[in-house]
């Protein structure tokens, strides 16, 4: 199971057959996701499509949307890697509040910045984030 695995689920994205696998959610982020996906993802972590696109910074914000209502790969990268921490952090807390709490609290593990805002940043941003999220599932992060 990879960490992108509940990502779909957390984004209502489906396929006429249930859920999608992980290569369709990469096929669907290289073909465009849906601007759905983006207004669900801020719905469920608690702020605005605009703070997403604004603080995944100025290629995400050049690559928004292409003409037919989807997203540059660019973003839907983006957008899927915030679904799959906060998927992590659900796990974590199982409880929507919890996790978006989480997300959005300064945290002494990353300098003082929100999870959110690393998550954000990059993949390496992700990747030390689910560590705490592991680390807490463990009872060992501080």
């Known amino acids: 199971m990879t960490a992108y695995d509940s990502a779909p689920g957390v984004l209502d994205l489906k396929t006429q057959g249930g859920a999608l696998t992980p290569m369709q959610l990469l096929d669907l982020v ?53 679904a799959a921490v906060f998927s992590l952090a659900l796990e974590v807390w199982d409880d929507k509040e919890d996790a978006r709490a989480f997300l959005h609290r300064p945290h002494p593990m990353l300098e003082g910045r929100s999870p959110f805002d690393v998550a954000l940043r990059s993949e390496i941003g992700a990747a030390i984030v689910d560590e705490i999220l592991d680390r807490l599932r463990h009872g060992s992060a501080t």
């Open 30 to 82: 290289e073909r465009g996701l849906p601007e759905s996906a983006l207004s669900k993802l801020a719905e469920v972590i608690g702020c605005t499509p605009a703070a997403i696109v604004a603080s995944a910074g100025p290629k995400a914000t050049r690559a928004l949307r292409k003409n037919d209502g989807t997203f540059d790969p660019a973003l839907g990268t983006v957008v899927i890697r915030l």
